[in-house]
């Protein structure tokens, strides 16, 4: 079975703050997304990586796709009241032809 | 260019009902993925429908259904209701879905609650 562990699952910080999520698993997947969920509100897609060692940058948040293609992290710098939210990581090429959706980081960030 | 159109938003129905929940995917997507996302569980994969046939299926009952449309709307089914099926319902399009996972749109879902 497929699994994504993603790390930590509550994450509470001040405005201004960095920090960073993780993604990891034991398989390879052919592509691996970020998305965020706001509460009552569907996830909405941030990026897709599919190269190992793939850097992508959507301002002040950076998201890098493990060499091996197993794991990944997303990076919030100056984090902001906004970026509050369930972030989510998925996957692609799932047994089942799927995505497959890790549990996913609940951030808090506070003014 | 109008996004994913889940209804309803919100349902309330009684154990051992039947539920129908309607997803119309973006104009020119032709995969259609369902999800049950709970606080405990996460989001979980029911069914991938891609031009009206079921390509992929999770790990679900066989109370869970669904099919597509010849326009790719997609509708999901819950039959017997159980207090444990109350969860938000997503369906997301894609241009092709399948192996090669490509990027999901969401639904802003539908809020199942079983009394």
């Known amino acids: 079975t497929q699994l994504l562990e993603q790390s930590p699952q509550f994450l509470s910080i001040q405005e201004g703050e960095n920090l960073t999520v993780y993604c990891n698993s034991s398989?390879?997947?052919?592509?691996l997304q970020w998305y965020r969920q706001e509460p009552g509100e569907g996830p909405v897609l941030l990026v897709t990586?599919?190269?190992?060692?793939e850097v992508k940058k959507l301002k002040r948040l950076t998201f890098q796709f493990g060499d091996a293609r197993k794991d990944s992290s997303l990076h919030i710098t100056a984090a902001q009241p906004g970026d509050t939210g369930l972030y989510l990581c998925a996957g692609g090429g799932g047994s089942q032809g799927n995505l497959i959706f890790g549990k996913g980081t609940k951030l808090s960030v506070k003014p | 260019k109008a996004g994913v159109t889940q209804t309803p938003r919100y349902l309330i129905k009684t154990r051992g009902q039947q539920v129908t929940l309607s997803c119309s995917p973006i104009s020119g997507h032709r995969s259609v993925s369902w999800y049950q996302q709970t606080p405990g569980q996460g989001l979980q994969f029911l069914f991938e429908y891609f031009s009206e046939t079921q390509r992929n299926k999770g790990n679900f009952p066989g109370r869970f259904s669904g099919r597509q449309f010849s326009n790719s709307r997609s509708e999901m089914n819950v039959s017997t209701l159980e207090l444990g099926d109350s969860a938000l319902y997503l369906c997301a399009s894609s241009l092709a879905g399948g192996v090669r996972g490509t990027e999901a749109f969401f639904g802003q879902g539908t809020r199942l609650t079983v009394v």
């Open positions: 990586v599919v190269t190992g060692g």
């Open positions: 398989s390879v997947f052919s592509s």
